[in-house]
């Protein structure tokens, strides 16, 4: 079974996202999927409310420290922002980078829904991402 682990800077948004459609899109007897933060900030209500508008519920996930066993254990390492790409810990020669600069949706400005639609922009873009990996 394949590991991937989505980094980012809090786990609060991008990469729960990230890892509630990967959960969704990928393969589950093939994928491993977790996520984790350089820093632990409690996952962000309206992440949870967009990934539940397309039927995905991330309420019970935790916001998680990067776990370095499973950091060099993965197959693929996702880093969503340039925080976690420039503080992340050493990634081994022996795993696979990608790094997919996301702009952090939580600090949109405007609106309740100028900040919504921001929220969605970025789901749909990791949804894009994701599948992609299928390719």
């Known amino acids: 079974m394949k590991k991937i682990y989505f980094l980012c800077t809090g786990n609060s948004c991008r990469s729960q996202i990230a890892e509630g459609l990967a959960k969704a899109i990928l393969d589950a007897k093939e994928w491993e999927v977790r996520s984790a933060g350089i820093e632990v900030h409690g996952i962000n209500p309206r992440a949870v409310k967009i990934m539940d508008e397309i039927n995905i ?3 019970q996930n935790q916001s998680e420290m ?3 066993a499973y950091l060099n254990s993965a197959d693929l390492v996702i880093t969503l922002c340039g925080d976690a790409l420039a ?9 696979e980078h990608q790094h997919w600069g996301l702009e952090d949706p939580a600090k949109a400005r405007g ?3 100028e900040i919504m639609h921001k929220f969605r922009e970025t789901r749909m873009e990791i949804e894009r991402l994701v599948t992609s990996l299928l390719a």
């Open 66 to 68: 990067i776990d370095m």
């Open 111 to 113: 609106t309740e829904e």
């Open 87 to 95: 503080n992340c810990p050493v990634i081994p020669k022996t795993v």
């Open 57 to 59: 519920d991330i309420s």
